[in-house]
């Protein structure tokens, strides 16, 4: 079967897992997103670690944040998120690239409850989350180096989608509309089954969003299927599953390129993943299989597939065992990993590759308030060889509610199959790149209790045979000239990280400023730019951003979240960004919502040559139902 009949056929092909939701009463939610972080435990798929007692920099992003935050889509969330630079190609996250602390799309990792996202078509994919928003239970952002804790692909930082499995019968259900010929809607249920040998938990969550576009070939339909399961098989045992499907149509008017306004690109994801987790007194293993595959169409004229048309299939298959062991001596980590890579396209050609990966790292507690942490991640790959990536952490408890931290992590990143091999009337392929390598050093404070949480970091990036997309100038408009990438011999990006959130709980009963927060992050890299050259990634990250906002209460029913941004690249004019979102009985069995994006009207550009909306405004309905 050809690769063009391939895709047709999967696009025809959707297979829901059938779930009985049952017969359903009216109650009202419980906010149970109030939560105290200290209480979060980080697992980083071996060692478990309270998020109070980590040696790094590391948001969480909880469910109450994720549902009155003015946003549609996980990509825009992640964007009110101090250190995160998330560079859109429209709206509702149709696609984006996610970068941390200057890196690029490709340098960061993306995964669901531990399971890897890795794409090796290009980073334009690993955002294709099948996961519909309203079904994340929270998100963790890791920033700096990961690859002693996840592998080769977390480079300059990783962001951990965290879903779970209640252990009662819940159904929501949302629908919204707005500008643009906007409107969505979704439908998350929870319906455990009480079996002889244990309980059978499972979710089934979907969602389907869609636009007109907001200008001209922007239009989207963005389809997300995900499924999940699980049982205790005894008080030792643990089987989970999940499996996922999304599927993305778009016009990709200034997506990749200027030259063809007309660009039009259909994206199909599936995951699909199995684990058995054995945990007893001082041993935990956890062992588990996971396969992607990402089905891409594309085309440089729409309505004209013979001019040009690109046709990928992708698929990644992994085998992982991870397991801890704690003593006297500490805790001890380990773990290894295969994994295989393969695609098959009409411009790249039929390529595969493999990697094996080991784990092992260590943490004890000494002197009573210090903590020392290392490891070592060793990565084999058949073009390479051996290359091994140290880390090591070190803490220092202050009080019970300050800490002193301070890391270093080396980590690498193998080019993907599009920096090696892709060429299209605007790009041209390098198949001689190298893989990036860096070394990062990082030393933070950070202070916490019930009212308020503070952190301040200084990180550095040392970055050798980093990989940017560039091209020469031109007269002409737009620029005829091809993008390659290369590798620049020696970055170094350094930066401050800091924030405060505090919970105010001031004013009276009929108004209360709930909590307030402020953010600022400073890069800077010592890159120079050949005069004339345009560079497609290095050069447009970020210098300055300056996050801050509130959150309020008023007439008991109604809450209102306000989010202001200032973000200035280090080669792009800076912009700043006001939204809002309000909602009313936001936690009843039926609330509504409004959300108001670019209050300010600014004219701006994340990525690509995508010009981005102003004003845009959308409003919808919330049902909470419960047993």
Do not use: C
């Not at 190609?89 to 490709?106: A, H, L, P, S």
């Not at 952002?141 to 804790?149: D, F, L, Q």
């Not at 994801?269 to 891409?296: E, F, G, K, M």
């Not at 993008?483 to 108004?511: D, R």
């Amino acid at each position: 079967m050809t690769i063009e009949r391939q895709i047709r056929h999967r696009k025809k092909r959707l297979l829901l897992p059938a779930l009985l939701l049952g017969t359903l009463q009216v109650i009202a939610n419980q906010d149970s997103v109030t939560v105290d972080l200290g209480e979060v435990i980080i697992k980083e798929n071996r060692i478990e670690i309270p998020f109070n007692k980590v040696s790094r920099n590391i948001s969480i992003i909880s469910r109450k944040d994720i549902e009155t935050t003015p946003a549609r889509s996980l990509q825009e969330v992640l964007s009110f998120t101090p250190g995160v630079d998330v560079r859109q190609r429209g709206v509702t996250g149709v696609q984006g690239d996610i970068g941390i602390r200057g890196g690029g799309f490709e340098q960061t990792l993306m995964l669901i409850n531990g399971i890897k996202l890795t794409d090796p078509q290009t980073g334009h994919h690993i955002m294709n989350i099948p996961v519909p928003l309203q079904a994340i239970q929270r998100v963790e952002v890791m920033k700096g180096p990961g690859s002693r804790i996840f592998g080769q692909n977390a480079y300059a930082g990783a962001v951990n989608i965290v879903t779970m499995l209640p252990e009662e019968r819940s159904l929501n259900l949302q629908s919204y509309a707005g500008d643009f010929g906007m409107k969505g809607i979704s439908l998350v249920s929870s319906l455990p089954v009480d079996l002889p040998f244990g309980k059978y938990k499972q979710t089934l969550s979907i969602s389907h969003d869609a636009s007109n576009g907001h200008w001209y070939n922007s239009d989207y339909k963005v389809t997300n299927v995900f499924y999940e399961a699980g049982m205790d098989l005894n008080e030792k045992n643990e089987i989970r599953a999940m499996a996922g499907y999304t599927d993305r149509t778009f016009g990709a008017n200034g997506f990749y390129t200027d030259r063809f306004p007309d660009q039009w690109e259909s994206i199909q994801t599936i995951l699909a993943s199995i684990s058995h987790t054995y945990d007893h007194n001082d041993i935990y293993i956890q062992t588990r299989a996971y396969w992607r595959q990402n089905t891409d169409e594309f085309r440089l004229r729409r309505n004209e597939p013979e001019f040009f048309t690109n046709n990928h299939v992708s698929d990644v298959l992994a085998l992982e065992v991870n397991g801890r062991y704690q003593s006297n001596f500490g805790t001890s980590g380990f773990g290894v990993e295969g994994r295989s890579e393969k695609i098959s396209s009409t411009n790249l050609g039929d390529r595969e590759r493999a990697f094996l990966g080991v784990f092992a790292e260590h943490r004890i507690e000494f002197w009573s308030d210090f903590d020392f942490r290392a490891g070592v991640y060793s990565n084999y790959y058949d073009e390479y060889g051996w290359r091994h990536f140290p880390g090591a952490e070190l803490g220092y408890q202050l009080t019970d509610r300050s800490r002193f931290y301070t890391n270093y992590g080396a980590s690498y990143r193998i080019p993907s199959f599009n920096d090696l091999y892709y060429e299209d009337p605007s790009n041209v392929s390098n198949p001689n790149l190298l893989p990036e390598e860096a070394q990062s050093f990082e030393v933070g404070y950070k202070y916490f209790n019930k009212s308020v949480r503070f952190e301040l970091v200084y990180f550095n990036r040392y970055t050798k045979n980093l990989i940017d997309w560039s091209r020469a100038p031109s007269d002409v408009s737009p620029n005829p000239n091809r993008w390659t990438p290369s590798n620049i011999s020696e970055v170094t990006f350094q930066g401050i990280e800091t924030g405060i959130q505090y919970a105010l709980n001031l004013g009276g009963k009929n108004f209360k400023i709930r909590e307030a927060s402020f953010s600022y992050n400073f890069i800077d890299a010592n890159l120079q730019q050949i005069p004339g050259i345009e560079s497609r990634n290095t050069l447009t990250a970020l210098r300055h951003q300056v996050i801050g906002g509130f959150q309020a209460e008023f007439f008991s029913n109604f809450e209102t979240n306000i989010k202001a941004r200032y973000i200035e690249r280090m080669a792009l004019n800076p912009y700043f960004l006001l939204d809002i979102r309000l909602d009313y009985n936001r936690l009843k069995t039926f609330g509504l919502f409004a959300e108001a994006s670019n209050v300010t009207n600014a004219n701006y550009i994340e990525a690509g040559f995508v010009q981005m909306p102003g004003r845009w405004f959308r409003a919808g309905i919330n049902l909470n139902l419960f047993k």
